[in-house]
């Protein structure tokens, strides 16, 4: 392996790390364990806990995803290894 | 019109569009048959995803299921969305740069082992036989409830559609089908819930309104968690406490699960580019996040009105829906105290109304008391969810046959004419078998779905991911992995399934993990085996840690595709 391609994959986990801990914190986390917690606050009507298992992670995935696309398109470009 | 009427309409439109979309786009070469030519734009792609992963149960039960469990329903909501970050971001670029067809084709190559992708395929099959057979049997019963047509017939009709677009048209011809589909089933999903969500917030946007106040003032959650506990239910929201570790479990069983079906992962081998797949799992989570937003705003909207219209009414009261209903046995009421009056209450003594969380959302538009076309309209809605994900299975099931087993484990020396034909051969069989497995359906189906989300976890899920990221992972450390991860999880889902047989009882799960969850833990044995394995045996070959290199940049991606077959 190259060293361009080895600092590639590297860049490429640091995303994949700091991605998934988001995807973790907001369904595992607010979701689930800390969601009892979390209900004593509001949001737009919601108990906040509540609103995380049933809509918020939800939406955070969507974004993660569409997130994830953008870095990695413009680090493909950056490392000169994006399709023609 | 009356509501048959529409239904009937609507249904047979939407059947005849897919019929022509079939002829339209027919499958001339085995990559068009598996992989729809490789050339389907990310957008198509995404809601085809989304058709494909929609199925019977995300259209009919999961909002039902919701309404009964409340706080705890999120298990669902997060565990069938949650698994496209995963698929996006580990699974999809790579395995559309490895471009090949199948998942087996993956594990076989990148394990260089024949018996490897013979589990992987038994795996496949099993898994996308039990899911289809839940299909057809969604189809004949919404048939048989609205078309009045007898259940068997339904599914007739269920196979004759599906056998006409899926043989003909591969996945090409499924692809362009389920476009179609996912717009059917989102409009029916969507257009009833903004009705509902209108007339009883004043805002049309569902998932807003289910957190607004009411018509009379009052939040609509804080009146949900007061009728509740006034009838003795926990509170709509309420956290509870002693469920939370099998929560965890079972959302990530299912998040797990779901990036490691094969019919879902194989869509991403359908775009043209790596950064295709990529943006394409965005979409389709964007197109399932609609239904899956909506979804828990319709189960408050539901058990709030279910409860209004019919606590402590006198049963000659009860609107016709009521008595429609009854005739098919999915709700009851017994007068045990013999009042004349419907208690709806948590104390099973007393209680005398039973509902099956399948007919809220088909009883939904009635209850409401929508006009008759939005019934017509969701169960075009949901014979278009079961259809679209039957479709997507059976394709899995043909490809495994006609590719995995047949030209790369029986006859390597078949020509492409001879793949094809086999490939519509076995679609064609596996039509037929669904149906006549979906008209008898063994009473373990709906529990052998919680096996194929666990199997999946335990067994693609760790196999892939360890393929693409640990180059030092070798044949025997992912086989090892894979069928410790596999007995492990079968064994504790058949124990303590006393549907499939199991003596196990509840009190004996391991910290509370019921069977649904208990993938999430299989999956862990099977990384942790495969990696102690790996370490001590020796590393994969040197062309292997090649193609694992490869995998991970994208460019050659195109060029990498058309030199396959």
Known sequence: MSKKSISYWKINLKYLGILLSIWFTVSFLFGILLADTLNQFYIAGFPLGFWFAHQGSIYVFVILIFVYVYLMNKLDKKFDVDEI | MSAQTWTYLLVGLTFFIYIIIAIVSRAGSTKEFYVAGGGINPIANGMATAADWMSAASFLSMTGLIAFMGFSGGQYLMGWTGGYVLLALLLAPYLRKFGKFTVPDFIGERYYSKNARLVALICALFVSFTYVVGQMKGVGVAFARFLNVPFDTGVLIGIGIVFFYAVLGGMKGITYTQVAQFCVLIFAFTVPAIFISLQMTGNPIPQVGFGSKGTDGVYLLEKLNQLSVDLGFDAYTKVNKD?????????????????????????????????????????????I??????????????????????????????PSWFSNWEKTGLLTFDDKNGDG????????????????????????????????????????????????????????ISTSISHDLLKNYLQPNISEKGELFAARVAIAVAVVAAGLAGLNPPGFVAQVVALAFGLAASSFFPAIILGIFDKRMNREGAVSGMITGILFTATYIIYFKPQLGGSGLPEDYWFGISPEGIGTLGMLFNFIIAILVSRFTAPPPKEVQELTERIRTPRGSTSLNRSVH
């Open chain 2, 289 to 318: 996040a609609i239904l899956y937003t909506t979804a828990p705003a319709v189960a408050v909207f539901a058990r709030t009105n279910l409860i209004n219209t019919l606590s402590e009414t006198p049963y000659k009261n009860a």
């Open chain 2, 341 to 396: 009056k419907i208690q709806y209450v948590s104390d099973t003594t007393n209680n005398e109304l039973k509902v099956d969380q399948d007919i809220i959302v088909l009883a939904n538009p009635e209850i409401a008391d929508l006009p008759p076309w939005v019934i017509g309209l969701v169960v075009a809605g949901g014979l278009a969810a079961a259809l679209s994900t039957a479709a997507g299975l059976l394709l899995v």
């Open chain 2, 243 to 287: 469920n939370l570790i099998n929560m965890f479990f079972i959302t990530g069983a299912l998040m797990f699960g779901t990036a490691g079906l094969p019919h879902v992962i194989v869509r991403f081998f359908t775009v043209p580019r790596v950064k295709d797949a990529r943006i394409s799992a965005g979409w389709a989570l964007l197109f």
